[in-house]
């Protein structure tokens, strides 16, 4: 389990990272960092390069230059599967919930590669919703429980940095209350969480720092405290 | 009872034996051909050539090192596993990010070298295989004479199709592969290694048309054709079930052999095309098959 003792640790540090798509040049010199226990969000436009650095990390955009490093060890030139071996955990945007599986079979998919990951039990009561629905196919389930399931199947596999693409997505206000109370639970709970969001309001409530993205880069670094003062500078990047 | 629609019941229950022998045959090919579909988008073309080479691998060792039946249907399959496991990592694996005509076309030309080169070192008449002293002979049930190969190979085919349901639909390595047939990439994000994945389920599916080489190795010839001959049909098969779906392969050919061997004591003249007349009915109500999903 993440302790959150050594808070002030960098877990994940980005560096100058570029990354293609073929030969669509998307992210243009990313760098960033996350401290071990932190909640941070990226935020941006849509095609700004969040989702893309998240799938920059994962190796799923195989296509990338830089430098990411998560707990020391760079991850560029690793093989795609040994990099959630590290303890990274990754909710797509999409939430990914296989039709073909029941809700069980896609609550235990994801191999536990690390000790300390949350037992069964205790994503149960992170989200009462899932009760009782195990045998149910997992697309049957609304897009709220979905969402909840997508975050619960990661969190039993003991990753301690989890990346989590856009939880609200047209969810409903009281779905995403209860996605809220849950991402701070984890929080609390001393996970690190990195937040692609395009629900501000969402984000404010739960994070440290906010990562503004522009054009395929980080533009600027707001920490929550001071996101009020920021308000005019963020209106202006996100365009709201 | 001396008829049944006028038909002897012997003949009727002969036939019907018959069918339900090919569609074992049938069951065990299409079974094979889904799995790969499903996870690998490929029309395997040489599973046809793939289920010869597991009767000439049994038939090889027999005659140059004197291992017999049993142990054939151990090593066969995997020798044509092991093929396959090869085919996959050296010349599939290129196709996979373009369109599946390829893969069809890539596997359709190794059937075709591999049934030449058959044919040029054997030759076209077939090479008999005998039926292993444990199989020999048969019962009279009252109704029909049952020799005891061929109950065995519905047995014996029933069973792996069962197993190979049941590992698929209810375990947990069932699961990765159901997962990694929706979306491999997503997988992989959970720390699966999916390319080897998918060439043990290439390597599994055409070592279940190894099996089927072996099962039939004393019920047909072994012959360098022995392959093409069946698979056109197991295609149908395929089709009708519903590409990649694993229960519908099963039922279907079994369900197709029956009924192929129905029409062979009713209407003789028909029994070549009823399952590709059947394949066109089916294509025009559901176009995804009996038991597919619209992808």
């Known amino acids: ?240 | 009872m001396s008829h049944l629609f006028g038909i002897p019941p012997q003949a009727l229950f002969g036939q019907l034996l018959l069918g339900l022998i090919n569609g074992s045959f049938y069951a065990l090919l299409s079974l094979g051909l889904a799995v790969i579909f499903g996870m690998l988008n490929v029309v395997n073309m040489a599973h046809g050539a793939l289920y010869m080479v597991g009767a000439f691998v049994a038939w090889l060792l027999l005659t140059y090192a004197g291992v017999g039946y049993w142990g054939a249907l151990v090593l066969a399959p995997l020798a044509v596993g092991l093929i396959g496991l090869a085919l996959e990592r050296t010349m599939l694996r290129r196709l996979y990010k373009v369109d599946h005509l390829y893969g069809l076309l890539l596997t359709f030309g190794l059937a075709l070298i591999v049934e030449g080169a058959f044919r040029h070192q054997y030759g076209v008449s077939g090479q008999p295989y005998p039926i292993p002293d444990a199989l020999k002979g048969g019962t009279n049930l009252g109704f029909m004479y049952l020799p005891t190969y061929r109950g065995w190979v519905v047995v014996a085919s029933l069973l792996v199709c069962l197993g190979t349901w049941y590992a698929i639909e209810r375990t947990k390595l069932g699961a990765y592969l159901r997962a990694a047939t929706e979306n491999p990439t997503l997988v992989q994000a959970f720390g699966i290694n999916v390319p080897v994945m998918v060439s043990l389920t290439y390597g599994f599916g055409v070592a279940l048309a190894g099996l089927a080489g072996v099962l039939a190795a004393p019920i047909y010839q072994v012959s360098p054709l022995m392959g093409s001959n069946l698979i056109i049909v197991v295609f149908a098969v395929v089709v009708i079930g519903g590409m990649g779906s694993i229960l519908g392969a099963i039922v279907t050919g079994l369900g197709l052999g029956l009924l192929e061997g129905l029409t062979k004591v009713f209407y003789p003249e028909a029994s070549n095309i009823v399952v590709f007349v059947i394949m066109a009915v089916v294509l025009m109500l559901k176009p995804a098959g009996l038991f597919g999903r619209e992808r």
């Open chain 1, 1 to 240: 389990m993440p302790d959150g003792t050594q808070t002030k640790t960098a877990m994940l540090e980005i560096a100058d990272l570029h990354g293609f798509y073929g030969e669509s040049h998307v992210l243009h010199g990313v760098s960033l960092e996350v401290r071990q226990g932190e909640v941070v969000t990226l935020l941006g436009r849509n095609g700004a390069g969040k989702t893309s650095t998240m799938r920059a990390i994962m190796g799923i955009m195989a296509k990338r230059t830089g430098s990411i490093r998560f707990q020391g060890t760079e991850l560029i030139g690793m093989a795609q599967h040994r990099i959630p071996r590290l303890g990274i955990g990754y909710v797509p945007e999409e939430r990914g919930i296989f039709s073909s599986l029941s809700v069980d079979e896609n609550l235990t998919l994801p191999p536990v590669v690390k000790e300390g990951g949350m037992t069964v039990p205790q994503i149960y009561d992170l989200f009462p919703n899932l009760k009782g629905r195990g045998s149910t196919q997992g697309t049957r389930l609304s897009g709220g429980e979905q969402q909840m399931l997508a975050i619960a199947r990661i969190l039993r596999t003991g990753a301690n940095l989890i990346l989590l693409d856009e939880p609200t997505e047209g969810l409903a206000p009281v779905i995403i209350e209860q996605i809220g109370v849950a991402v701070r639970a984890l929080k609390a709970r001393g996970f690190t969480i990195v937040l692609v969001e395009q629900n501000f309001r969402f984000a404010a409530t739960i994070a440290d720092r906010h990562y503004v993205m522009e054009e395929g880069h980080v533009v600027d670094m707001i920490p929550n405290d001071q996101l009020h003062a920021n308000m005019d500078k963020l209106h202006t990047y996100l365009g709201v």
